[in-house]
């Protein structure tokens, strides 16, 4: 398949995971069978590494309270960050974990279920771990966006309906 | 209160024949319904990149709210030159070359008031954007339209623009990418076209306004670039439809010193200079909004995909156009007018099309369709002329 197809098709799916295979096939004029065996073998070579919902918490019944933290650590002389990323990352209270450049050295996204289970993650977990350095917490307040969709925007269509 | 047959008419006799746009009669029957799918919109359903609006935002900041020159910001003629010259491969010059216009619209408008003397004929290819007869019209011209075929996928085949040609021929306008049938000239039929101007000596009105959404992998062409074209040429340009700024109004005219400086003195008593803020934004467009335009042909052209595919399968022969937003389906097999098909259509299932024939006679038996609004809305509206069509059939059998 073509580059620029194939790009189609990551792209169609990063913004909306639930497009098929046919509805691909349609809009790039090629076969049901193409697209799939297309989208198989991204999955294969990990390009895409899974599809998920896109949950926007402020409408839930419950909502789950979200921070991001700030994390200095001591580099280890064999595995660099790498080990106390992955020793992190097994926390299931840990969304997503990154390698940062600037002030601190790994951001942390974390969730629970409220403000004390967060906290009380950071403080009997988090920063008892051998290497962690300091913590600094930031609790979200409010979410706009998210994986490139606008959480508060309102579809609107303002064209005249028949245009020349 | 006064009646008005009673009141003098003062309405010059030339501008009291022009027909109202024929699309008119259809807004004002769309516009009294609920829950329509429309297809009949002729602008991008984008919204302006954000750059360029946070640019334009910028501009006003800074207290950027005086006029211009008359041909407009010369640092936006300068990247509007640059990006013809990479884009098309023309070259004209900034200063005294481009002139920055109120939309394609008013470009046009210059453009055939500058070179039409009254008596004149000027040639353009139909089923055509709804202004170019009127417009010849106002410039006491004389419109002359060729008819266009599905047979030769609406292209303007250049035998039968020979064949038009009279010595009151002043110009040719070409509008490829077309509106309304999406069609695109070959370099071949280019190349035929531009011989017939140099050899009768015919200005050409070149409409390049959807050039930028075309779907074959050749990059964009101009006429004004073959031999002997550019000294020729009026060379239209804006920023409405690849950077979906329509509201900006913003379009440009490049071509010989002449026929601009003339283009300009109208310009300059009529309109004075293009609104300086939205120049901002069509400048901001051209240095950061490139990548915007181009994830926005990706996604017109899976929309065109599913469109066509769709037509095709309902029994509907639609011809698969390279260009612009818009199909053209052939509606004849319904033994409908394009009027009938558009307002049944309309009244039964909520769907608005453009009839054929509001772009000129030759596109009766057609309508337009636009494709530049979302997928979903385009498969639901697919779903619902299918069952429009198996309707039509169960009514006559």
Redesign the interface.
């Known amino acids: 398949m073509k580059f620029?197809d194939r790009k189609?098709i990551l792209?169609?799916l990063v913004k909306n995971a639930k497009t098929t295979a046919a509805?691909l096939a349609?809009?790039?004029?090629a076969s049901e069978q193409e697209v799939a065996a297309e989208i198989a073998d991204l999955e294969k070579q990990n390009i895409i590494r899974g599809y998920h919902a896109l949950v926007n918490e402020d409408n839930l019944h419950e909502k789950p309270v979200k921070a991001i933290i700030e994390v200095r650590v001591r580099p280890e002389r064999e595995g660099g960050f790498d080990r106390i990323a992955r020793r992190l990352s097994n926390f299931p209270q840990v969304t997503a974990l990154y390698l940062m450049s600037g002030g601190y050295d790994l951001m942390l996204e974390v969730r629970g279920a409220d403000l004390n289970e967060v906290a009380s993650f950071v403080s009997s977990k988090l920063a008892t771990i051998d290497g962690v350095l300091s913590t600094g917490t930031h609790f979200l307040l409010k979410k706009y966006k998210e994986s490139g969709v606008m959480l508060l925007e309102e579809e609107h269509?303002e064209?005249?309906?028949?245009?020349? | 209160m006064s009646d008005s047959r009673s009141c003098r008419d003062f309405v010059a006799p030339h501008i009291a024949v022009l027909p109202k746009?024929g699309?008119r009669y259809?807004?004002d029957l769309?516009?009294t319904m609920s829950g329509?799918i429309?297809l009949?919109?002729?602008?991008p359903?984008f919204v302006s990149p954000w750059s360029v609006c946070e640019g334009t935002v910028y501009s006003l900041e800074r207290g950027r709210t005086h006029y211009t020159s008359n041909l407009g910001l010369l640092s936006l003629r300068k990247a509007i030159c640059d990006y013809v010259a990479e884009e098309f491969g023309v070259r004209y010059a900034p200063e005294n070359e481009c002139l920055v216009t109120v939309g394609v619209s008013e470009a046009f408008d210059l453009a055939i008031r500058a070179i039409t003397s009254p008596g004149d004929e000027i040639i353009y290819h139909e089923p055509c954007?709804?202004?170019y007869a009127t417009e010849i019209r106002m410039s006491h011209g004389v419109p002359v339209p060729v008819c266009t075929y599905e047979k030769n996928l609406f292209a303007l085949d250049p035998a039968d623009l020979e064949k038009a040609v009279t010595p009151r021929t002043r110009a040719i306008i070409l509008n490829f990418p077309c509106?309304p049938t999406g069609a695109v000239l070959t370099d071949e039929q280019m190349r035929d076209i531009a011989k017939i101007a140099v050899k009768y000596d015919l200005a050409v009105i070149a409409d390049h306004i959807y050039s930028e959404l075309h779907y074959d992998d050749r990059p964009m062409h101009t006429v004004a670039a073959l031999p002997g074209m550019r000294e020729r040429t009026i060379f239209l340009h804006g920023f409405s439809k690849a950077f979906a700024m329509t509201g900006f109004r913003i379009g440009y005219a490049c071509g010989p010193n002449s026929i601009v400086d003339a283009m300009m003195k109208i310009h300059q008593y009529a309109m004075l200079c293009a609104p300086t803020t939205a120049q901002y934004g069509a400048e901001e467009a051209l240095k950061s909004a490139r990548p915007d335009m181009q994830r926005m042909v990706?996604e017109y052209k899976?929309?065109r995909?599913?469109i066509v595919?769709?037509f095709n399968e309902m029994g509907l022969s639609c011809f698969n156009p390279q260009g612009a937003f818009y199909v053209f389906p052939n509606v004849t097999s319904t033994g409908l007018s394009s009027q009938d098909f558009a307002v049944k259509l309309l009244q039964s299932k909520r769907v608005?099309v453009?009839p054929g024939n509001?772009f000129g006679a030759c596109g009766e038996g057609y309508v337009r369709c636009s494709y530049a609004t979302s997928?979903e809305d385009i498969r639901t509206a697919m779903d619902r002329i299918a069952e429009f069509l198996d309707e039509l059939k169960t009514e006559k059998a």
């Not at chain 1, 349609?26 to 004029?29: A, I, N, R, S």
């Not at chain 2, 009949?40 to 602008?43: A, L």
């Open positions: 620029e189609y792209n169609a509805d349609e809009q790039l004029g269509d064209r005249l309906k028949i245009v020349p | 746009s699309i259809f807004f769309v516009n329509v429309s009949g919109i002729g602008e359903d954007y709804v202004s509106n990706a899976g929309r995909n599913v595919s769709r608005a453009v509001a997928l």
